[in-house]
């Protein structure tokens, strides 16, 4: 009884080369999945070792039957009576583990695949150095390998439970069966031995075929999420039709190579089944003369047919396993893709508790600043897109507190680059970045919320309550959020909210206008109470009015010293431009103009 049949599943573009592709190996993952929550593994284990294996018995009692019923009328009616009942209640009380199995299996499995995905999601969110250059083209492939991935190393590791009960069986099945008639269990046993040879020969096969049909359904799914997503834009454009189409190109290919993948598979249970009809043919084919003899009984053949169907579980299994432990290794090269380069296969499945039964611990509270802020400065900050080549070239820039630092150039000047660069969200090949004098070595884990916050150019919201999507997770009160919202601008139009910041807001933030969205970001910002904001062309959707107002109320913040104590502004509007204490002018990736200006030298 596989897995796919207790969960009820079927069987069946990178931010990294493959040339670069640190090798994993299936067998080592899914022994350190075997180690965790041990108990629960071993005991459902062997609830379903002894599932697989029972039918040994009903095997023995099958034999007593046939061979009662062949001796006609002398049989014992009384016999036959309590052996058929034996026989049902065999068959209960093998149904009683297979449901006791089942009702315990499946904590062990969901908290196994909740341990993957939650490390590699840790790694990413956590780890030191920027994740973009780690992530997947786009989001629908990231869910690719945080689903199916993480599953087929899984399904591994669940396997070996399936052989062990099958290699059980086999046991007792084999030593009985050869101590009736050695001559024909070896010939039973020589067509499944063939079934594991040809396994062994079709696991590069399907390894190559399970890696191309994976890549090819992430790039339907990036297709499907890229229609939903843009469905606006192609309206517009009337590429609908063109749209589609690609869609058609591509979900062909993966059919095919879906079909091709499936077909190798389906061709080891092919040979399986094949083989339990040879040997069912052989065994009747043998012992025919013997039956006539009276050497081998009406209750042996029942036992060897019986025996014979279960036996081909063993190689079918193996086979299975073998190509598992493929795609295992398939599947743990692309999620390792998602880790830094420090960590390997070892934190994919790293050990950590999982909370299915009783609340998770709070969430630890933001370190207290161990000093107010006084100074960032940046000096020779490089950084460039690993695609397209551009970026920006040795940048110094000094943000005081209390001042407000515009950073403006043309669209592909770097703006967007530089701050990213600076807090750490994209690589930077060269430069120093220093907060009040110390140097800071991992900007994306040291200029966060209380130090820094950083509203985006591009609005992300959920399709949750306003209230939750300002705070994610953060411990605020309701006081903070309400400074927050008329800092930010946004109370007058939360409090014309019917639910007010119960509000729900739809998928990325659809239900809210431009110039709410920009402003909910801001608030989202601000509610952390950093000592530097951080924001890239924020006011781009406000009106006249709104954003005078916006930049009063923030620019008098930053003066007073209240948090935020300082703010670094991507922008190009003329109402951020008039309050700016400095400018920042950058072109073609390089600061323009004189740089004294940018690092706070008297001209």
Not at 99 to 110: E, G, R, S, V
Not at 170 to 177: G, Q, S, W, Y
Not at 238 to 259: F, K, M, S, T, Y
Not at 584 to 595: F, H, K, N
Request: glycine fraction near 8%.
């Amino acid at each position: 009884m596989s897995v796919i049949d207790r969960g009820g599943h079927d069987e069946h573009e990178h931010t990294r080369d493959d040339d670069e592709d640190r090798p994993v190996s299936g067998w080592r993952l899914a022994w350190r999945l075997s180690r965790y929550l041990r108990v629960q593994y071993y005991f459902g284990g062997a609830l379903w070792v002894v599932v697989i294996a029972f039918p040994v018995l009903t095997g023995l009692v099958l034999k007593a039957l046939f061979d009662r019923f062949s001796e006609g009328a002398a049989a014992d009616v009384s016999q036959i009576a309590w052996l058929l009942v034996l026989f049902v209640v065999l068959d209960v009380i093998r149904q009683a583990f297979m449901w006791l199995a089942i009702a315990t299996w499946p904590y062990w499995w969901n908290a196994v695949q909740t341990l993957m995905r939650a490390n590699v999601l840790r790694s990413i969110l956590c780890a030191p150095g920027p994740a973009a250059g780690r992530l997947p083209a786009s989001s629908a492939e990231a869910l690719n390998r945080f689903r199916d991935d993480v599953e087929d190393i899984l399904l591994l590791t669940d396997i070996w439970i399936d052989v062990t009960g099958d290699a059980v069986f086999a046991a007792f099945a084999l030593t009985i069966m050869f101590s009736i008639d050695a001559r024909v269990t070896l010939v039973i046993v020589l067509p499944l031995l063939a079934i594991i040879a040809g396994t062994r020969v079709l696991s590069d096969r399907i390894k190559a075929a399970h890696s191309a049909a994976r890549a090819a359904a992430a790039d339907v799914s990036e297709q499907i999420g890229g229609l939903f997503s843009g469905v606006l834009t192609l309206k517009a454009a009337g590429a609908e039709d063109a749209a589609i189409a690609r869609l058609r190109e591509h979900n062909a290919i993966r059919r095919v190579l879906e079909i091709r993948a499936r077909l190798l598979t389906d061709l080891l249970d092919t040979l399986t089944a094949s083989s339990v009809e040879l040997s069912t043919g052989l065994v009747l084919l043998l012992v025919a003369p013997k039956m006539k003899s009276g050497e081998f009984t009406v209750g042996d053949l029942a036992l060897f047919t019986a025996y014979v169907g279960w036996l081909a579980g063993l190689p079918r299994r193996v086979g299975r396993m073998l190509y598992r432990q493929r795609q295992a290794s398939v599947a743990g090269t692309r999620l390792l893709r998602l880790l830094t380069a420090q960590e390997d296969d070892r934190t994919l499945v790293e050990h950590r508790p999982v909370y299915f039964r009783g609340a998770a611990p709070s969430a630890t509270p933001p370190p207290p600043l161990d000093e107010p802020f006084t100074r960032l400065e940046v000096e020779d900050l490089t950084a460039h897109h690993p695609s397209s080549g551009r970026g920006i070239e040795h940048i110094d820039l000094v943000v005081d507190r209390g001042e407000l630092v515009v950073v403006t150039g043309a669209i592909g000047s770097g703006k967007t680059t530089l701050i990213r660069a600076l807090l750490g969200l994209v690589p930077r090949e060269g430069g120093t970045i220093r907060w009040n004098g110390r140097a800071v070595d991992d900007p994306g884990h040291f200029l966060v919320p209380p130090r820094t916050a950083y509203a985006a150019q591009v609005p992300r919201l959920w399709s949750a309550s306003l209230h939750e999507n300002l705070l994610l997770g953060w411990n605020a009160t309701d006081v903070d959020v309400m400074h927050a919202l008329q800092l930010a601008r946004l109370d007058d139009d939360v409090a014309g909210m019917t639910e007010g910041l119960d509000t729900i807001v739809g998928p990325r933030g659809m239900r809210l206008s431009g110039g709410q969205l920009q402003r909910a970001l801001a608030a989202r910002a601000l509610v952390r109470r950093p000592e530097l904001l951080v924001v890239d062309d924020l006011s781009s959707a406000l009106d006249v009015e709104t954003e005078q107002a916006l930049w009063e109320g923030l620019a008098a913040r930053s003066v007073r010293g209240a948090p935020p104590a300082a703010l670094l502004v991507v922008s190009h509007r003329p109402a951020v431009l008039a309050r700016a204490t400095r400018v920042v002018t950058l072109e073609e990736g390089r600061v323009s103009g004189d740089p004294r200006r940018s690092t706070g030298i008297p001209a």
